[in-house]
C-alpha cells in the first residue's frame, strides 16, 4: 500500500467536528462555490477544472469541502474546524472599505529559516490565497513594469495611428485584507502565516490575554502583516527558498473522488501528493509540523479565527490597519487608489523613457511615422 492509499484511508476514518452555528449556505455566500472552480496545487502545474453546483451540498457537506481554492465570504469567518459567522467574534468590521495603512516599513527575506517553536508555545497555523476587501497598497515588480513598456513600444511600432494609451493600474494589484482574529490565551502564540495566490495582507485582531511570540510568514508574493504587537518578532521565508506552496488532497475533493472511481487523472494525482509531500516536509524542516497540521484558512476569505469563539459579553472591537510590516519584492504604491495608479503610471512611463533612450514626449514627437513594410529606425523589418 503506497502512501496515497494510507493518507485517504486515515482521512476517511477521521471524524470531523463541525461548528452549530445556524448559518445557511445562501448566507454565508457559499451557495457561489460551485461551477468551474479551478483546483492547483499552488506550484504551477496540475490544474483541475471542477464543475459542482455547490447547492447541492448540505452545511455540514461544505464544512468537509476543503479546496485549495475554496472560497468563504463575508459574513463568513474561517475556524479550524469549519466556520462561524463574525459576528460571534467581533463588534464591527469594516467590510469592502478601502483601508489605507498609516505608515509601511519594508522587511526583508533574510534568509530561509525562522526561530522554531519552543515546546512552551502554542503554534498557530494559518493559511490564505487572496480576500475580498482592498487594502491601500500595491506593490509592482521590476518584471512586471518592463513587461508592460514592452508591451506598449510593441503597439507603438505596430500601429502608428494614434498612440497606445498606458496600461494602467488595475484594482486587482491591490493586496488583499485578510483579518486574523487571535483569541487563544492558553500559551504563546508562533503564528505561521502562509500566504498562497495573490498579494496578502494579514490584519492581527488580538484580543486581551493574547500573548504572540513569534511571527513567521511564508510566501511567493508580496505580503504583509498589518497591527503588529510592539517588541514581536517576525520572519519573512521569501520566493528564493525553494518552495512551492502545495495543498495535500482531500479525500472529499472531487477529483480526488473521481480519481479513485477511475475516471479521474492518476498521474496527475499522483503528482499533486508528491508535490504537496515535497513541500510539507519542507515545513516541517523549518517548523516542525506539518504544513497543513491545525490550520485555519481556506483559499478566499475575508476572515480567520485562531482560538476559541469569545463569549457574548467579549466581542472584540476591530482594528483597522495601522502599521503594516512589508515584504514587498517591488515598488511599492500606497494611498487612495486614485493616488496608487497615478503612481503606476510614473512608474511605467520612466521605464518606457529608460527603454527608449528619451524622455517619453520626445519619443513620441520624434518617433518616425511607420509605413507597415518600412524598417525600424533603419533596422530590419
Not at 491601500?136 to 503597439?155: M, Y
Not at 479513485?260 to 494525482?269: P, T
Request: charged content about 20%; proline content about 5%.
Amino acid at each position: 500500500m503506497d502512501f496515497k492509499e494510507i493518507f485517504l484511508g486515515a482521512v476517511g476514518l477521521c471524524a470531523v467536528v463541525m461548528i452549530a452555528t445556524g448559518a445557511g449556505v445562501k448566507e454565508l455566500g457559499l451557495d457561489k462555490l460551485g461551477g468551474g472552480l479551478g483546483l492547483s496545487g499552488g506550484g504551477g502545474s496540475g490544474a483541475y477544472n471542477l464543475s459542482y453546483n455547490m447547492r447541492q451540498r448540505s452545511v455540514d457537506q461544505l464544512l468537509n469541502w476543503d479546496l485549495s481554492h475554496a472560497k468563504l465570504q463575508p459574513p463568513g469567518i474561517a475556524t479550524a474546524n469549519g466556520y462561524a459567522l463574525i459576528s460571534e467574534v467581533a463588534k464591527s468590521h469594516p467590510g469592502a472599505t478601502e483601508q489605507i495603512p498609516t505608515s509601511i516599513v519594508e522587511v526583508a527575506a533574510e534568509d530561509c529559516t525562522a526561530r522554531p517553536p519552543q515546546p512552551t508555545e502554542m503554534i498557530v497555523n494559518v493559511y490564505g490565497a487572496g480576500g475580498y476587501f482592498p487594502s491601500g497598497i500595491g506593490v509592482v515588480s521590476d518584471t512586471h513594469l518592463e513587461g508592460r513598456a514592452a508591451k506598449w513600444i510593441e503597439k507603438f511600432y505596430k500601429d502608428m495611428q494614434e498612440t497606445p494609451r498606458l496600461l494602467g493600474y488595475e484594482r486587482h494589484q491591490t493586496m488583499d485584507v485578510i483579518d486574523v482574529y487571535l483569541t487563544e490565551t492558553a500559551a504563546p502564540l508562533y503564528l505561521i502565516l502562509q500566504s498562497r495566490g495573490g498579494d496578502t495582507l494579514f490584519n492581527l485582531q488580538v484580543a486581551e490575554g493574547v500573548e504572540i511570540a513569534q511571527v513567521a510568514v511564508v510566501s511567493a508574493r508580496p505580503v504583509g502583516v498589518a497591527n503588529l504587537p510592539d517588541g514581536t518578532a517576525l520572519d519573512y521565508i521569501g520566493s528564493g527558498c525553494g518552495y512551492a506552496m502545495w495543498r495535500m488532497p482531500k479525500a472529499q475533493w472531487d477529483f480526488v473522488q473521481n480519481t479513485r472511481n477511475g475516471i479521474g487523472d492518476e498521474a496527475l494525482l499522483d503528482e499533486h501528493y508528491q508535490n504537496a509531500g515535497v513541500y510539507s516536509d519542507w515545513f516541517a524542516g523549518v517548523f516542525g509540523i506539518g504544513a497543513e497540521q491545525g490550520q485555519v484558512g481556506y483559499g478566499k476569505q475575508s476572515y480567520m479565527l485562531a482560538g476559541p469563539l469569545p463569549a457574548p459579553e467579549a466581542l472584540m472591537d476591530y482594528t483597522p490597519v495601522g502599521v503594516v510590516h512589508l515584504m514587498g519584492g517591488g515598488t511599492i504604491l500606497s494611498g487612495s487608489f486614485d493616488e496608487r495608479k497615478a503612481q503606476y503610471r510614473t512608474l511605467v512611463e520612466d521605464v518606457l523613457a529608460e527603454a527608449t533612450g528619451t524622455g517619453l514626449e520626445t519619443f513620441l514627437t520624434n518617433a518616425p511615422m511607420l509605413r507597415a513594410d518600412a524598417a525600424v529606425n533603419g533596422g530590419d523589418q
